[in-house]
Structure formats: structure tokens, C-alpha cells
């Protein structure tokens, strides 16, 4: 028969820890900020932070410049399309300076990287040519929530193609966020510019939601590539799969606006655009330089934290969007396009939290 207490055992192993109150939360949940704080380098937490800032400042105002230009006389599709990646040199520039100072060698070229950039290039192209539609057919704020959808699309892909596990709260976000998508569709009546045809609004509906369907494909695919053919993610390996991916669809799309004559097409844009040539062709040089400046911001995050933050700036980013579209664009923003982007953000946090909780079981095990 063994005693009840060994020899050095204490009673007090055997109760249960009392719970921490609110205050010992906060105090704990400051410690473990500090702590991760102190562990990276200043450097880190700048670039961190600026990175962030551009995701959250420069994709919104790309979106909203988007919706500038078709509103003011713009209407082609393909240059919207062709400015979203013609900035893709400004990465390039970014780029190199990594190989000097992280003393690395470009990633060597071989037939199936170089066929997965092509493939990828090719649906950014398509994926930017369907966002275009959107926007010229849709207010901001409705198009940047019916984009929020490739959060779940990203989910089904990744799953697929990436083994990546749905756990009960990104199963509930997926029917969540379908459900905001539902909301939009119900309150069709009420955000419709009047030169827009019905016909017209539901091809800018289908397009952001096919856009957003390959927008998840896009990503996935990028992870598989990183985990079949690159195996490391690195800064400069990341920053070297934007490029290639951005110069390619910038190729694709070259061909699209020369085939349709649309560089032809801007002289007479710029001469009806409201405000004139110069306000034209600045809306255009912005939106490639903010779109660009959201792709380094998002790589930055990515790499510098984890896809959860960059979740979080993302799910920030939606009401952002819809907010500032509603503040400078004069949007429509009626009851149930509220409660959609409720609903929404609702979603977002049951992804955020269905994310961390499967990274926080892959670390464990």
C-alpha cells in the first residue's frame, strides 16, 4: 500500500490552479508582448509595422482609385487590369538589394519553377481582369466585401491542394462569410449606380465572386509551389516569386491591352476624364504605385509574422475600404450592407482564430 503523500510532495501540486482574474490577464498577456518584443530587433518591429501600414493604406486606396477611375469617364477594362501588376519593376528594385545585403544567389530557374510562374501569371492576369469588371460595375465598398469570399476559397484550395486542416471554427467561417455574400445579394436594389443596368450589376456580382474563387486558387497554388519545388520561404525567395509571377501576368496583360487597342484608348480617356488629362494619368501612376506598395506590405507581413496577422490586417482592411469608399465616394451604404460587413467581420474572426489554433497544434505536435 503506498502512501497518500510521497516523501517531498506537496498538497498544494494537487488542487487546482484558481483561475486568473481580468487584471492578471492583461498583466500576463503584457509580459508575453514584452517578452516577444525584446526577442526581435527594433529593425524587425519598423519593418513589421510598415509593412502593415501598407496593407492597410495601399490596398483600400488601390481599390477606391479603381472605382475613381470608372466613375470620372474610365472604361476599360484591361488598363485597370494593366496597372495592378505594371509596377511589378518597383518589387525588382526591392529585390536586389537583398542578394548584396543577405549575401544570398537568385533561386535558379528550372522547367517546372519557370512553368508555375507562367501558370500563375497567367490566372493574376485573369484574376485582375475579373476584380476590374467588379469595380466598374460595383460601388467599393460592395466589391471589397464580396472579395472578403477568397478568405473561404483560400480555405477549400488550400485544403485541397495543400493538405491544410479545416477545424470546426474555419468550417463556421466559410458558412459565415457565405452568408454576408447572401446579405449583398438580397440588397442588390439599393447600391446601384443609376448608369448601371441590371444585367450589368450582376456581371460585376459574378465576376468578384469568380475573381475571388481564383484569388484562393492563386494562393494556394503559391503555397504548393513553396512546399514542392522551392522548400524554403525565405525574404528574397518570396520577393523572387512576386516578381516573376507580377512580370508574367504584367505579359499577359500587356498583350490583352494591345490586342483590345486600349493603349490607343487612353488618349481619349484622358480628353473626357473628369478633372482633365493630368487627373487621369495620376490616378493611374497611384494606383500602380499603392498596389505595388500592398504586395511588398503583405510579403513583408507574411514573412516577418505569420498568416494570422496578415488575416487580421486583411479582415481590417474590408471595413476600411468600405468606410473610406462610403466617406470620399459618396456610397451607398444601406442596413443590410451594414449587417453584411458585420457578418463579415465576424467571419474573419473565426477564421483568425481557427488559423491560430491549428498553427498553435502543428507547433505543439
Request: a positive charge; charged letters at 10%; proline letters at 4%.
Amino acid at each position: 500500500m503506498q502512501p497518500l503523500l510521497q516523501s517531498g510532495e506537496r498538497m498544494e501540486e494537487e488542487l487546482p490552479k484558481p483561475p486568473l482574474s481580468l487584471w492578471g490577464r492583461v498583466s500576463a498577456f503584457e509580459t508575453r508582448a514584452l517578452e516577444a518584443y525584446k526577442s526581435k530587433p527594433i529593425s524587425h518591429w519598423i519593418l513589421l509595422v510598415l509593412g502593415s501600414g501598407g496593407m492597410l493604406i495601399a490596398f483600400p486606396a488601390s481599390s477606391l482609385l479603381s472605382r475613381v477611375y470608372y466613375a470620372n469617364g474610365g472604361t476599360s477594362k484591361w488598363i485597370i487590369s494593366w496597372v495592378a501588376v505594371a509596377g511589378w519593376p518597383l518589387t525588382a528594385l526591392i529585390l536586389l538589394p537583398t542578394y548584396i545585403v543577405c549575401k544570398t544567389t537568385p533561386t535558379p530557374l528550372n522547367i517546372k519553377l519557370t512553368v508555375s510562374y507562367i501558370v500563375l501569371g497567367l490566372l493574376s492576369a485573369a484574376d485582375n481582369l475579373m476584380y476590374a469588371y467588379a469595380y466598374a460595375y460595383l460601388p467599393a465598398s460592395t466589391a471589397s466585401l464580396l472579395a472578403s469570399s477568397s478568405l473561404v476559397f483560400s480555405a477549400l484550395f488550400g485544403h485541397l491542394l495543400v493538405n491544410n486542416k479545416l477545424n470546426a471554427a474555419i468550417v463556421n467561417a466559410i458558412f459565415i462569410i457565405t452568408a454576408a455574400m447572401t446579405i449583398i445579394a438580397l440588397d442588390s436594389d439599393s447600391d446601384r449606380y443609376g448608369n448601371v443596368t441590371d444585367k450589368q450589376y450582376i456581371l460585376g456580382f459574378v465576376w468578384d465572386i469568380l475573381g475571388s474563387a481564383l484569388h484562393g486558387l492563386i494562393f494556394a497554388l503559391s503555397e504548393r509551389v513553396f512546399v514542392k519545388l522551392l522548400g524554403r520561404r525565405s525574404f528574397h525567395v518570396v520577393l523572387e516569386q512576386q516578381v516573376m509571377v507580377s512580370f508574367f501576368a504584367f505579359v499577359f496583360t500587356t498583350i490583352g491591352v494591345i490586342v483590345n487597342k486600349d493603349f490607343q484608348g487612353m488618349k481619349n480617356e484622358a480628353g473626357i476624364f473628369k478633372g482633365g488629362k493630368s487627373a487621369y494619368y495620376l490616378v493611374l501612376i497611384w494606383s500602380v504605385i499603392s498596389f505595388q506598395l500592398g504586395v511588398l506590405g503583405a510579403t513583408a507581413v507574411l514573412f516577418l509574422s505569420s498568416t494570422v496577422l496578415a488575416g487580421v490586417l486583411n479582415a481590417v482592411r474590408v471595413p476600411l475600404t468600405s468606410i473610406a469608399a462610403v466617406i470620399l465616394l459618396n456610397d451607398p451604404m444601406s442596413g443590410l450592407k451594414i449587417l453584411s460587413l458585420i457578418v463579415t467581420f465576424w467571419g474573419f474572426g473565426c477564421y483568425i482564430y481557427g488559423s491560430s489554433s491549428a498553427s498553435s497544434s502543428r507547433n505543439s505536435s
